[in-house]
């Protein structure tokens, strides 16, 4: 999953994965993290709010890199 703040630039933003790659300098989050497991269900397009550091953030869901069950991959 990638999203990005509104009003950056496409590309912007925070890329989701797996928790040893998570690095939120790079702008990598844990999909397991709080905000990760808050995207979950949402599609290309949407946009959700967060509260990050007492502060409302909107991100819109920008692109679905790879979801293991639409690929099939349920054995992960």
Known sequence: MQAARPEYRQGDGLNSG???EANIEG???????PIGTA?????VGDTIKWCIRSAAK???IEEILYQPEAAGDFHL
């Open 18 to 20: 797996i928790p040893k």
């Open 27 to 33: 702008g990598k989050i844990s999909a397991v993290s």
């Open 39 to 43: 995207t979950l269900g949402y599609s």
């Open 58 to 60: 909107k991100f819109k």
